[in-house]
């Protein structure tokens, strides 16, 4: 039996007693188990991304974050989403030192800095805009030689499949539970969720004075032969390249454009070119999937290339998920820091044993915050 690796960035707080503790049960429990589900194969609930609309901010700048998330528990009720962003420039730049002292604001501030879910909400709390505070930069203290000003500000967040609370006072300020006891709020008679279906994680905003990092631009998804592009809105239709299929945003969606679904009631049909014959006694034809990422997209780190005195890109690679079936890959590189550009980014996808819809995420990412997402909608007959 091969080991299997498990996405690793999930913080399972149940048993922690600090964000910094959690982080290092996750590691130990990776590198002494034998056997862990691959990180491209969604199990419970999972946030896939956050994305930033500038990745990186200038002081006093607002910034707006998006999260990409999926529970493959059918039946449930949407997830419970808070954020957090009261850490800036802490020791070392260490997300592990963020709750070792709250910062002294104001309540009208303190209350733009943290989000959570509103009682008796239908729609997730999967958005969350804060500002960037004035002196993020000039309150550092100088950087090294050859590195350029900048400021850190992390975002936390929790996604919670159950009832979700945040107690700022506390070691960890998330709780995610079952109430179990009649009793409002998190108390000794509630029962803890694991994580499966809870979810800890942080999104790191730089701040720079002049430099900028634009999200990753993808146009469209390679499916096998078929170039899948969006049918809408017009001016994206018609830039769609010779041959392509253009795809409803049921069918594929990018960024912003993918909307919440609801795998339990999706019986629709798919399109030709995305429907696939099930694995029946382990006979199976797998599809090469990859995402049309602009080869713009690949800029230049300033940043890296001030410290290091040589002109160096940034990195750029994609992670690939699917609700069922597997990937031959979880991650594959977009772009070298010196070799460049790569188009030879496709991961194989293997349908399921079962006649099902299935979905299947691609989502580019670069090292300096940005990240942008595509999704695609598969039968299997």
């Known amino acids: 039996m091969k080991t299997r690796r498990r996405h690793t960035q999930r913080l399972p707080v149940a048993t922690a007693r600090s964000l910094a503790s959690a982080a290092l049960l996750a590691t130990l429990a990776v590198g002494c188990a034998a056997e862990f589900d691959p990180a491209s194969e969604l199990t419970g609930l999972r946030v896939l991304a956050v994305k930033k609309d500038v990745p990186y901010a200038r002081p006093g700048e607002s910034v707006d974050l998006a999260m990409l998330w999926h529970d493959a528990e059918p039946g449930r009720p949407p997830p419970q989403v808070a954020w957090v962003a009261l850490c800036e420039n802490p020791p070392a730049d260490?997300?592990?030192?963020?709750?070792?002292?709250?910062?002294?604001?104001?309540?009208e501030e303190l209350a733009t800095r943290i989000s959570v879910p509103e009682p008796g909400a239908t729609t997730v709390n999967d958005r969350f805009s804060f500002v960037t505070s004035t002196d993020l930069i000039s309150s550092r203290p100088p950087p090294e030689a050859n590195a350029t000003p900048y400021g850190l500000s992390y975002v936390f967040f929790a996604a919670c499949a159950g009832q979700l609370d945040v107690d700022m006072a506390a070691q960890v300020p998330f709780v995610c539970y079952e109430e179990s006891d009649g009793i409002d709020g998190f108390s000794e008679g509630?029962?803890?969720?694991?994580?499966?279906?809870?979810?800890?994680?942080?999104?790191?905003?730089?701040?720079y004075d002049t430099f900028r990092n634009q999200n990753p631009v993808v146009s469209g998804v390679q499916?096998?032969?078929?170039?899948?592009?969006?049918?809408?809105?017009?001016?994206?239709?018609?830039?769609?390249p010779p041959g392509a299929v253009l795809a409803s945003a049921r069918d594929l969606c990018i960024g912003a454009g993918c909307e919440v679904i609801q795998p339990e009631t999706d019986s629709e049909p798919c399109l030709d070119v995305l429907t696939l014959d099930a694995c029946v006694g382990g006979e199976c034809d797998s599809v090469d999937v990859r995402p049309l990422v602009d080869a713009s997209s690949a800029e230049l780190d300033d940043a890296a290339s001030a410290r290091g005195g040589e002109i160096l890109g940034e990195q750029m690679w994609v992670n690939y998920y699917a609700s069922a079936?597997?990937?031959?890959?979880?991650?594959?590189?977009?772009?070298?820091?010196?070799?460049?550009?790569?188009?030879?980014?496709?991961?194989?996808?293997?349908?399921?044993?079962?006649?099902?819809v299935s979905y299947l995420w691609a989502v580019a990412h670069d090292n300096r915050g940005g990240t942008e997402w595509a999704r695609v909608r598969v039968c299997t007959r």
Do not use: H, I, K
């Open 190 to 207: 509630d029962t803890r969720r694991d994580s499966r279906d809870f979810v800890v994680g942080y999104s790191a905003v730089f701040a």
């Open 94 to 107: 260490l997300f592990e030192a963020c709750f070792t002292q709250l910062p002294d604001l104001p309540p």
């Open 223 to 240: 499916f096998g032969d078929a170039t899948l592009w969006p049918d809408s809105p017009p001016d994206v239709a018609a830039a769609a």
């Open 325 to 356: 079936g597997e990937m031959s890959e979880e991650v594959r590189l977009l772009n070298d820091a010196v070799a460049g550009f790569s188009t030879d980014t496709a991961s194989e996808y293997e349908p399921p044993e079962e006649a099902r």
